[in-house]
């Protein structure tokens, strides 16, 4: 038998309609027919299926090539359930398989190689919206899978997606139900974007995507909802970026209703040149129909795929060469986890055991107070928020669930999971829809935690911080942690199966700061450790838990140490950093006199009457932070402006505008003084003194000024 993956690497492959169209435009009667399980579809396996095999031989004799509308689309356990008919689950989706087959068999005269896609609907309660606990979702979707399997189904199509958490749910109850039948069968994941641009719970497609790679489905689609039109610009996303099979099966347009009647308005020839453009153009290799789609367009394309197949029934699938960006992912957005120019900041300010704050607020079960930390930190510039709620004394399960299940919803950024327990990382994972950081794995005990944790982000889509700790220590020496790394490496990538983009090292950072001796080298350790692992294993990511360098100083100090050994660390191969990201400051914002000390710290440069870890204390002696973050705009209008731009201040920019514009007309504000201020970001950025983020404060202060003055 041809599997699924091998046809498609050959050929596009054909789909049929909906059977729910179908149904509905008959006069079925509720008592003879749905045995009195009104608008239960799922029934007619067993009460009609005399119906559901004409509705297949109408799609195969219009010269579809699968059946992917088995009727099956709401048989899990718990749709069916409301019906009162939740054990014949899994009896029910096996017949729909063998339905399907069945039908197929009678057209296997011909010759073709024709498909069973066992469909799996997104059922009637979504997790991240509270309906229903995961794994009560997980285990029905698994016995529907199952009964699918059984049913002879050459694949799993979970569609008409809305919420990434129900597509964990189900990919990984069809894996466990392909793993019992020893049944290596594909996944394939449709999502149903709405007209908003996103699932109903708010992802948009490079979001959804992130997810569904990380769960190794080799498939992803778009179906219901809009119709191709509506898809255009999400289809040509995924051409340029997703590296597997792209499958698609729009409505016959976007629904009217017309005498109290739903209408879809495609004709099958428009349904047809659509098509042909995605699967020309962006390289769709499974095509097919959803709500409104009849046989008839379904011989449309038919037709359609044997005219631009030319001497072949259907054609050769469009050679892509798709750039695929690791990512990780909230519910709503992708965020790559190497930022162009920039690091991956991670936010370290909600975590019971680093901000007092943050642990206060928890202790009063302030959540809301708590969200409102990693809105913060998101508004400044944090790309990821690491969130942990150990301490003493805490029920960590129930209030790391508290703080997720709020989160996801309210946070426009990944989650990273911060915690040493297992069950709480479970947890965590079985309510966040998006694709999260693990933090973290290390060899401290041996390999069996690590291996437990590794299993968990595989099952969930996690990437995972891997710190260099073996059985014998922290690693405080250039080539451990380099001998650890590679250890971590081959047990995550190559045991595991993770991608090595979403393994995040994480060399270990010591404080400089203690005055012994033996402490001196450990940041210099720690650059040349980040080299080599860059080097060695160039795919991973690198970050550091910056502020541990610093331990031990005063709060300014810290904040000018933190800033100028990052600046070494990105220039070394750092990716990322857990950082509390307002406090790090460009090096051209600090006195060179500070920077110099800082490194000669860093690197230890240690001579006869010079030490300069006293050196480094003493510069910041009598300084508060309020002091140290205190810093005066020129007196000077013109130079105050352009200083503006520089430092992305925007704190009362429009009084000091209509100031400017009393003495010159906007657009020599514009040319002659902003545009001096960009100019100096410029120059700064071309020296390496200015980050990515700074200037991109800058930019945004730009924009409000010009956007200020555009009306005058």
């Known amino acids: 038998m041809t599997h699924l993956l091998d046809y498609l690497a050959d050929r596009v492959l054909l789909c049929d309609g909906p059977i729910g169209t179908q149904v509905q435009a008959r ?7 749905f045995w009195g399980h009104e608008n239960c579809t799922e029934i007619l396996c067993e009460s009609r299926p005399d119906l559901v095999l004409e509705i ?33 689950a899994f009896a ?80 990984n109850g069809a894996k466990r139900a392909r793993e019992d039948a020893k049944n290596d069968i594909p996944i394939i994941v449709q999502v149903t974007v709405e ?74 020839r428009e349904l047809a040149q659509w098509l042909e453009r995605f699967v020309v153009e962006d390289g769709v290799g ?36 798709p750039v695929w960006t690791p990512s990780v992912a909230s519910l709503y957005s992708q965020v790559p986890l190497r930022q162009e120019n920039a690091y991956l900041s991670i936010g370290e300010r909600c975590n019971a055991n680093g901000s007092r704050g943050f642990r206060r607020l928890q202790e009063q079960g302030d959540w809301e107070g708590c ?4 809105r913060e930190q998101v508004k400044e510039g944090s790309h990821t928020l690491d969130v942990c709620t150990a301490f003493v004394g805490r029920d960590e399960i129930a209030e790391m669930s508290e703080i997720v299940s709020r989160m996801r919803g309210s946070i426009n950024a990944p989650l990273v999971i911060d915690s040493t327990e297992y069950p709480v990382l479970e947890a965590a994972m079985k309510l966040y829809g998006g694709k999260p950081i693990i933090n973290s794995i290390n060899f401290e005990d041996g390999e069996e935690a690590a291996d437990k944790r590794l299993k968990l982000a595989r099952r969930f889509g996690a990437a995972v911080i891997a710190l260099t700790i073996d059985e014998t220590g922290m690693a405080k020496e250039i080539e451990h942690k380099l001998a650890v790394a590679e250890r971590l490496y081959d047990f995550a990538c190559n045991k595991h199966g993770l991608p090595p983009s979403d393994l995040l090292f994480d060399p270990l950072t010591f404080t400089i700061c203690t005055g012994n001796a033996d402490d001196r080298r450990l940041g210099l350790n720690t650059l040349d450790a980040i080299e080599r692992i860059r080097d060695r294993m160039p795919e991973c990511q690198i970050i550091l838990g910056l502020s541990n360098i610093s331990f031990g100083l005063n709060p300014p100090a810290r904040q000018v140490l933190n800033s100028v ?148």
């Open 27 to 33: 006069q079925l009667d509720i008592e003879r027919d």
């Open 371 to 374: 969200v409102e930390i990693g």
């Open 565 to 712: 050994f990052l600046d070494h660390a990105l220039r070394r191969g750092l990716t990322g950093a857990i950082v509390h990201f307002s406090k790090i400051q460009p090096l051209h914002r600090i006195p060179e006199e500070e920077v110099r000390i800082a490194e000669d710290l860093i690197f230890d440069r240690r001579r006869e009457g010079y030490d300069p870890l006293q050196a480094y204390m003493a510069l910041f002696q009598d300084r508060t932070i309020e002091k140290a973050e205190k810093k005066g705009r020129p007196e000077k209008l013109e130079d105050r402006l352009a200083q503006r731009i520089v430092d992305g201040d925007r704190q009362e920019l429009e009084a000091d505008l209509e100031l400017a514009m009393q003495s010159y007309p906007p657009l020599d504000i514009i040319n002659n003084i902003l545009l001096s201020g960009m100019k100096t970001v410029g120059d700064l950025f071309g020296a390496g003194q200015m980050q990515l983020p700074f200037v991109l404060q800058s930019a945004e202060t730009m924009k409000a000024a010009v956007g200020y003055l555009e009306p005058f």
């Open 195 to 268: 007209t908003t641009g996103t699932l109903l719970v708010g992802a948009d497609i490079a979001a959804a995507a992130t997810i569904i790679h990380a769960l190794d489905v080799p498939i992803i689609g778009l179906n219901c909802a809009t119709g191709p039109r509506e898809m255009a610009e999400h289809v040509k996303w995924l051409g340029e970026n997703w590296p597997g099979h792209i499958s698609l099966q729009p409505n016959a347009g976007l629904p009217e209703l017309i005498g109290g009647r739903t209408h879809y308005p495609l004709t099958p």
């Open 286 to 321: 499974i095509i097919g129909g959803c709500c409104g789609t009849e046989a008839a367009h379904i011989a449309a394309l038919d037709q359609m795929l044997s005219r631009i197949g030319r001497d072949r029934p259907r054609p050769a699938p469009k050679t892509r060469h």
């Open 56 to 88: 297949h031989r109408g799609y195969l004799a219009a010269g579809c090539d699968a059946i992917a509308a088995t009727d099956s689309f709401g048989g899990s356990p718990i749709t069916l359930g409301e019906f009162g008919i939740g054990d014949k």
């Open 92 to 171: 029910l989706n096996r017949r729909a398989a063998e339905l399907a087959r069945e039908a197929i068999a009678e057209f296997a005269h011909d010759g073709r190689t024709r498909f069973v896609l066992g469909s799996v609907g997104p059922g009637t309660r979504l997790p991240s919206l509270g309906h229903i606990a995961y794994q009560d979702l997980e285990d029905a979707l698994a016995i529907q899978c199952a009964g699918l399997i059984a049913g002879t189904a050459d694949a799993i199509l979970i569609e008409t997606c809305q919420d990434p958490l129900q597509i964990k749910a189900a990919v």
